[in-house]
């Protein structure tokens, strides 16, 4: 996953087992680090995070081709 892209993502609403979560969104991703496994995405105007876990890539960005 890349800055650009969509995702698909849902936000724990009840960490005490069983968790429960909202039904799956789909967002803007604006940041994702991998080594901590955390995305940020844009959402109606509002930054989420979320983990990585519970993000799904939705659809890639447009990119240049690389030589």
């Known amino acids: 996953m ?3 892209d969509l995702v698909r993502f ?8 069983p968790k429960k979560y909202t039904d799956w969104k789909i967002g803007l ?3 994702y680090v991998s080594w901590t ?3 940020k995405i844009l959402y109606e105007g509002e930054i989420y995070t979320a983990r990585a876990c519970d993000v ?3 659809k890639r ?3 240049e081709p690389q030589n």
Do not use: T, V
Not at 10 to 17: A, G, K, L, M, V
């Open 29 to 31: 991703l604006m940041e």
């Open 2 to 4: 890349r800055a650009g």
């Open 37 to 39: 496994k955390i995305a």
């Open 61 to 63: 960005a447009k990119r």
């Open 10 to 17: 849902r936000e724990c609403i009840w960490h005490i087992e």
């Open 56 to 58: 799904q890539l939705h």
